[in-house]
């Protein structure tokens, strides 16, 4: 167990439609990271956040965003979903330094 | 950003077999590297890291990876391979930019 919690672990959703996922990261871990994982793209990097700012920009689309909030938990919205929306979503936390954990994942569907 | 290249997508081998999983990056300023190896349906485990120091880096689960900067290679290896050690496995990298930089991955299926 890495102490970085996901939540929900699975989601299944329409196209159109938005959602959120949560990260609760490792007690004292002020960065927060987090990946997209599809089959025909790998492991993307999305976006950091350090001590609720954001540090560092990847490819996330603009139909997504996130934030982190004052007890340093983060969401992942992502809007107007599309079927190739489908992926497994990771979150990592780190402290200073530069290794990060996972969590489990969030596997989102969308039909 | 780090670019990670994965040379191998599949790894097939016997169990009790030596296995060496390769990897390079793009440049050896600065440079963080890492091993991650993901079971089917968990998250990324981390294997083992060099950030400074010693080039030969052990691990977990009897792993171990050589950091190589002048041929920007940080491959792994493993002695004697068991069945649970089938999984996938990937090398990553970061710099100065706090961006963790992921290969494509390599599958390894270990047989009895």
């Known amino acids: 167990d890495s102490g970085v919690t996901q939540t929900p672990k699975h989601l299944i959703t329409a196209t159109g439609q938005r959602v959120t996922l949560r990260c609760s990261p490792r007690s004292g871990d002020l960065s927060v990271y987090w990946y997209q994982q599809s089959l025909d793209q790998g492991l993307q990097f999305l976006i950091q956040y350090y001590n609720g700012e954001e540090r560092a920009k990847g490819n996330i689309l603009e139909r997504f965003s996130a934030q982190q909030f004052p007890d340093l938990h983060s969401e992942l919205n992502l809007s107007s979903l599309e079927l190739g929306d489908s992926a497994l979503y990771f979150c990592?936390?780190?402290?200073?330094?530069?290794?990060?954990?996972f969590g489990q994942g969030t596997r989102l569907t969308v039909v | 950003a780090q670019s990670v290249t994965q040379l191998d997508s599949q790894v097939p081998v016997f169990e009790e077999a030596p296995v060496e999983l390769r990897c390079n990056y793009s440049s050896s300023v600065s440079v963080y590297l890492f091993w991650y190896v993901q079971y089917p349906n968990q998250g990324l485990q981390l294997l083992l890291k060099y950030l400074s120091g010693s080039t030969l880096v052990k691990g977990i689960n009897g792993f171990e990876a050589e950091f190589n900067k002048s041929q920007t290679s940080f491959h792994l290896r493993k002695p004697s391979v068991h069945i649970s050690d089938t999984a996938e496995y990937f090398c990553a990298a970061r710099s100065n930019d706090y961006k963790l930089s992921f290969g494509a991955g390599t599958t390894v299926t270990v047989r009895a």
């Open positions: 990592a936390s780190s402290d200073d330094s530069p290794e990060a954990f």
